[in-house]
């Protein structure tokens, strides 16, 4: 068994090293050259953007990461074993699922912590994510906002 002192360290360096965190953004096209970019970005970018313009839902699934997408998003108000540690202080384990949902089920995550406690605010910034995210996945925000949360994002969004 693992010493109590050393399991920090080693938790501490899992998480700061080789690079700080445990998910990234990396892109799923070729960018080698003049062309890519130009695909990438501008000019051929304004076809997808008219495309969704034209189609919606259809088209950004088709053309977007947004259908693999989730918001894994937290106010840090009830991390399990930890209690109210804050948004900032969450933000290793929201990573950590996010490293879940890649790993188990190949869905990428955006981890989201918001320096908010007012249930409604709340509902009101998740809600107007609803076109970057393909689904919501709420964590460690405290009972009984939690409830009011999912229920009320449940009535506004189409994810």
Same mark, same amino acid.
Request: charged share 25%; with cysteine; aromatic share 6%.
């Given at each position: 068994?693992?010493?109590?002192?050393?399991?920090?360290?080693?938790?501490?360096?899992?998480?700061?090293?080789?690079?700080?965190?445990?998910?990234?953004?990396?892109?799923?096209?070729?960018?080698?050259?003049?062309?890519?970019?130009?695909?990438?970005?501008?000019?051929?970018?304004?076809?997808?953007?008219?495309?969704?313009?034209?189609?919606?839902?259809?088209?950004?699934?088709?053309?977007?990461?947004?259908?693999?997408?989730?918001?894994?998003?937290?106010?840090?108000?009830?991390?399990?074993?930890?209690?109210?540690?804050?948004?900032?202080a969450?933000?290793?384990?929201m990573?950590?699922?996010?490293?879940?949902?890649?790993? /188990?089920?190949?869905?990428?995550? /955006?981890?989201?912590?918001?320096?908010?406690?007012?249930?409604?605010?709340?509902?009101?910034?998740?809600?107007?994510?609803?076109?970057?995210?393909?689904?919501?996945n709420?964590?460690?925000?405290?009972?009984?906002?939690?409830?009011?949360?999912?229920?009320?994002?449940?009535?506004?969004?189409?994810?």
């Amino acid at each position: 068994m693992v010493a109590k002192a050393d399991l920090a360290k080693m938790a501490l360096d899992y998480h700061a090293y080789p690079t700080p965190g445990k998910i990234s953004v990396t892109p799923t096209k070729p960018l080698a050259n003049q062309d890519d970019l130009s695909l990438a970005y501008s000019p051929g970018v304004a076809e997808a953007c008219m495309a969704i313009h034209a189609d919606g839902n259809e088209a950004a699934a088709k053309y977007t990461s947004r259908a693999n997408l989730v918001g894994v998003i937290s106010n840090g108000t009830a991390v399990l074993g930890l209690g109210n540690i804050g948004p900032l202080a969450s933000k290793p384990v929201m990573e950590g699922k996010g490293c879940l949902f890649k790993k /188990f089920a190949g869905i990428d995550v /955006f981890d989201i912590e918001l320096a908010e406690n007012d249930p409604q605010k709340l509902v009101d910034i998740i809600a107007a994510m609803e076109p970057t995210l393909g689904g919501v996945n709420l964590e460690d925000i405290k009972a009984p906002e939690c409830f009011y949360i999912e229920t009320e994002l449940r009535k506004r969004m189409k994810i």
